[in-house]
Structures are given as structure tokens and as C-alpha cells.
């Protein structure tokens, strides 16, 4: 009995040191707050309303269900509900992500604050998606298949300029990401 215990004790502890060192992503990491005030939150699934009353003013309508705010964040909604989240060269020192990447970083930078579980590293891209089902983050060879439900996808991608910063920084599920809708 006392071995079969210990046993199972030890596969527990090496199931759980297996796993991502960071636990994944979750519907929190799809966020992003004003720079000094971690009250001002903008988060995947937040109402419209609600993700208005911290970006300001109603934001002015690019295309489809994407708008732009003030500050260079840029928010698309599905059925009046976040979907997914862009910061721009403009949100540098304003907004942030709920991790602390802003626009203006390196792709070390990134990597610091999300870790190697990168879907790509490409010269001016890195993308990370997350299947919040499996728990699993996604191989490039993964990303083309097809999920039963892709808002259970969480993608972070972050493009770089020529000098290596980030640009554009985009929260989202890989339904939007992919569709736009």
C-alpha cells in the first residue's frame, strides 16, 4: 500500500513538472490596462459598454466590427463583446498587456514575459496560441488544422518594425484572428 502511494505521489510530481512552466493562457492574458493604473482593464469577453468607458469615447468605426481609440488601441467586437484586442506604435507608454508588453519592446523582451512556447519566430513576427481545451500551447503544424470551437484558440502576435521593436501587438482567438468575426 505505502509503495503504491509513494508511486503515485511521484507521477503526480512529475505530471505536474511536465507541464508549461506558466500554466498557459487564459481569457485574463487577453487583456490590456492603462500604463500605472491596473484598475483600467480592457479584457477579451468585456461588454462593449464597459470597454468604452476605459478606452473613452466611442471609438471611430475601420471596418467590420474593428474600431480605433484614442491612444492607439484598436478593439474587435463580436456580438457588442471584445474579441480581439490591437495595440499600436501609439500605445506606447499609454496601454499595455495584463503581462507588461507594450509596443516599443524587443523580441527578447517577449520572450521574457511569454516564454518559448512560440507557435512561430519569424524576423518580424512572434505568435503564440494557446488551446485553452487541451491546455496545450500549438506547434506551427497545429495551427492549420481544424478545432471544433477556435474561440478556444488564444493567440498573442506581436509584429516587430525594422529595428527589431514591437509595432503592433494583437490579443485575440483565432476565430477573429483568422475571420475577422
Known amino acids: 500500500m505505502r509503495k503504491g502511494t509513494i508511486t503515485l505521489l511521484f507521477l503526480v510530481l512529475l505530471l505536474t513538472a511536465c507541464g508549461s512552466s506558466d500554466g498557459g493562457f487564459s481569457t485574463k492574458d487577453l487583456a490590456i490596462q492603462k500604463v500605472g493604473d491596473d484598475q483600467a482593464v480592457v479584457r477579451y469577453g468585456m461588454s462593449r459598454v464597459d470597454a468604452e468607458s476605459i478606452l473613452g469615447e466611442e471609438g471611430e ?11 492607439g488601441v484598436k478593439v474587435m467586437y463580436r456580438e457588442d463583446k471584445v474579441a480581439g484586442i490591437y495595440l499600436t506604435e501609439e500605445s506606447e507608454g499609454a496601454y499595455e498587456t495584463a503581462a507588461g508588453l507594450s ?9 521574457k514575459i511569454y516564454g518559448d512556447h ?6 518580424n513576427n512572434l505568435d503564440y496560441a494557446y488551446d485553452s481545451d487541451s491546455g496545450q500551447y500549438l506547434k506551427e503544424t497545429e495551427w492549420a488544422k481544424k478545432f471544433e470551437d477556435d474561440t478556444k484558440i488564444y493567440l498573442i502576435s506581436v509584429i516587430f518594425d525594422g529595428q527589431g521593436s514591437a509595432r503592433t501587438i494583437m490579443l485575440t482567438d483565432r476565430q477573429m484572428a483568422l475571420t475577422f468575426r
Not at 103 to 110: E, F
Open 61 to 71: 468605426l475601420e471596418s467590420g466590427n474593428s474600431f480605433s481609440y484614442s491612444s
Open 103 to 111: 509596443s516599443g519592446m524587443n523580441n527578447d523582451d517577449v520572450k
Open 118 to 123: 512560440y507557435l512561430s519566430d519569424l524576423e
